[in-house]
């Protein structure tokens, strides 16, 4: 193993903090009435001398002097009652009190002779007073900012110990603001009690920088070079970047056990700490640490009763710090390389993340003693070593946001360049990245079945039991068993079934093998209401759909999945990317487009080895109807591409004359095109189709063209259909559904009514048939009717919908083909689609606007007639299907595969799952069951009877708890209640530093 560097970056750091008292406050005490002068002799000169080279508390704090003079006697009250010794005020530099502050007050204390540890205390207490000394009362408070009794029985004879208080952030309005401070100590008890004092501490911080941005002040690099860790050398520290760099290589981590490093550190009262481990054997159980029962991985404690360790229990992490514990849920001891984060912010409160998640968070002591140093993979107090490797640990003064946390885990690929993706390798296990991994062996037994034998089987591996008659297997003399590559990770059961009757040796192979990968159809439907497909538990009495209810009936119904925007081409955006289209777009607008360093779906596949088909509609926002750009699906994976690039498109004109008539005039109206198809297999790019061909049937036999032409083949598919049904021209259908509807046809858009002089004809056209009236002078077809046009198209969209799943029946392939199908966005408000019970739709950023129905089967995989209940994204979407698909790249992606948790019917990730949304000026956020939401008014004025809204919830910033209240009609943003106000701000403060990360 090589020698590793430590590089350290340990400038002078920006600090927040004005320390108004110490440490050079020492050895201080209070006496009982005893006629000592401190003055002249001072009694803890006995036992602290001046000329002691190390502090009693501290051994690494220099000795800085002493304060003497402290008042002696004692109050008799002659009642009995318990006495207060005389307080010590404490001289404190000046500091003006501003709104916001908040205040630490420090102190080791260590009991005299007399001081009786079951009823006497020591009292910290922080005055407000005015420029004369005077105090200053708050209502309710008095002019107390803090104060705060030692327990009784927490002092131990002749050990100091540490003593914490912190104060609430001074409010608004406080009659503080502007006053001074004056700290006072007291020891409370009867006569002759004392107590001596040591390492007193006032220290004040600002609001505004109670939090401060991660700043990397320390690396420990692995990869052998100096050079790789942090660039510029300690005297020139980088921006607080949260890149791993060059440098990271997870497979030249040290081993623990060899021997642990030391890192000076210097840290202020909000730090975090990030590091890769791997373990294989949990360590031993055992009380040695008080925020520790196992080996340790980091530690910074100063005693057993204070300081900052990470640890192995068993086979979890614990956390702690001051003795407050943290554990993971997350099983660590398996052999595979895990990311730690841990966080502590000025107030008080720690949180631990493994592998980019929240396991366990608390609240400490609010101040913290500055660490002196870090041992790494080394207990100071136990001597324990980490049973484990550790890998490039970093250290940051302020709080990495758990954003920071997953950019640290995923970095930006095979950093260490050995042709291994770094997340891939963390999960296989292994040190260099290899295709063969060592497999990891439960049991092995012998039945009357044979020999059994138990391994921890990893996904895309194939296993292979090999036997000998000697001890060494170079070539085996049998393969009794052998597992195919698994779907996922799952034990797996070796078994030879004819042992030799003496003796044999065994061994297990794994060796990453490919998947059998199965085809993908996904579907997306355009504006489909919430509650308009009759397989789901809210659907309308009204609503049939019987073959969208087949998807639902051979899968799984997602009951509260997500869409990243309220309006389709934002929305496409997310969802064939994997990323929020904000991180490029950060208002969210309606044309956000794909940039080119952001990749799609169709190029992720296409480089797995996937034939690539997109039929439909094809929407980023601009350019409407042009070829020539990054936006085109040719152009970004694509092998094939039949449909248009808009946000709609005429159901019938498609022909040559329509075509002539409308081009050049139409090319910027992406809500009103219609003429002619881009087709990659026609000359030229384009073709079009007779005029009264409906639009979704002509794009289901494309699809269904495609799928017969790859039935034969053994290259796998990815199809993706985007209809544009049910979008606006909801009146559009073919004449027999609306006859079954009782609603008449409507005229079709004359194109002699158009000309170059005229080139808002069809958009007046388009805006008359997609208005219901009376809302909207313009529209002509009554509100009642237009939820009977809408019946009418959703029923020919889902007999269309039958033609496909027939087709990929009845050639074989629904077996082998994941499903998923989904509405790009809420059903449209003017269409007659209906959300209910959600609020809103399209275009806001309410339920209605952003929960959409979503279906996935995978026949064998996916149990059928699953309703599953947990919170989904189409994030999710591309983090699936490069699951199924095998890729085992790590790109930057937002969301998490849904394959596990479908199976397992759990949550996506542990804890609470937070998304964000941003549409234009209207935004939300979801954390667990909470959603805080600023919706607009202008959509509420037009809408359909279909549609529900909160009124009351417009124009506002709104908060609901979403468990019991999915509608949004209860607003607890003004509740009186502290801890949903605390709710509030804390998603109010998750939703700004997203939004801001964007910009």
Known sequence: MKSLPLLLGLGALASAQTTLIGPGIRNGGFEGANGTDFASTPYWDSYFPEAETEDPVLASRPRSGSLRGFASGYIDTGDGAPRIHPSQTIPTADWTIAEGDVFQFTAHARPGAYFDVGSDSIQLILHVVDAAGNPVNATGQGDRLLSETAPAGSFTAGDYTALSVSSAPVPAGSPWIGQQLRPRILVVGDRGEF?????????????????????????????????????????????????????????????????????????????????????DQPGPEEAGLRWSDGSAIVDASASTESGFGLSLRGPRITAGIDGELLVSRTLVTDGRWHHLAYTRAPLGEVRLFINGQLEDSALSSPSVPSLPDLALGMSRLGGRFFDGLVDDVRLFTGVLTPEEIDDLRIGPGDTDGDGFPDVAEADAGTDWGSSSDYPRVRNIRHTSEGVEVEVDGKR??????????????????????????????????????????????????????PLPRPNILLIVGDDHGYADISAFPNARPDISTPNLDRIATAGAILTQAYVTSPVCSPSRCGFLTGRMQNEWDPAGGWAPRLPADVKHLAEYLKEAGYATAMVGKNDFGQPVGSTDNREHPP?????????????????WLHSQAITDTVQPAWPTEASAHLGKFADSEAAGGFSTAPDGKWQTELFTDKAIDYLTERSGEEQPFFLYLSHASVHALIHQAPKSYLDAEGVPELPLYDPATNSQDNPSAYTTYYYRYSRPTPQDAN??????????????????????????LDSLESLGLDD????????????????????????????TSFEGGLRVPMMISWPGRIPGGLTYPHVTSALDVVPTLLDVAGVEEAPKLRGHSLIQPLKDNAPVVPGERTLFWRFNNQWAIRRGDWKLVYGIKNIADKHTSQIVFNEDALGKVALFNLANDPSEMNDLAESPDAGIQAIKADLQNRYDAWNASNQ
């Open 195 to 279: 107590a001596m004092l040591d390492d007193i501490e006032l220290i004040a911080s600002s609001a505004a920088d109670l939090n401060p941005a991660a700043t990397l002040v320390a690396a420990y690099a692995a990869d052998g070079s100096t050079a790789n860790a942090l660039p510029g050398g300690p005297a020139a520290l980088p921006a607080p970047g949260l890149d791993y760099g060059p440098g990271f290589g997870i497979g030249e981590a040290f081993a623990t056990s060899s021997g642990g490093a030391t890192v000076p550190l210097a840290t202020s009262d909000s730090f975090s700490i990030a590091c890769w481990i791997r373990t």
């Open 460 to 513: 895309s591996r194939l296993y292979q039991l090999e036997r000998s008659d000697t001890p060494v297997i170079n070539t085996p003399e049998a393969t009794p068993d052998t597992v195919a590559p698994l779907e996922s990770d799952t034990p797996v059961e070796l078994v030879d079934p004819s042992p030799p009757a003496d003796r044999a040796f065994y061994q297990v192979r794994a060796e990453k093998g």
């Open 635 to 651: 152009n970004h994976g694509f092998d094939r591409f039949f449909g248009f690039n808009a946000h709609a498109h005429d159901f």
């Open 779 to 804: 529209g002509i077809i009554a509100d009642a009717d237009m939820r009977k046009y809408y019946r009418a198209h959703l029923k020919a969209y889902d007999d269309q919908m039958g033609r496909l």
């Open 816 to 843: 082998n083909t994941i499903v998923i199908y989904f509405s790009d966005n809420g059903g449209e408000a003017l269409t007659g689609a209906n959300n209910q019970p959600l609020s809103g739709s399209k275009y």
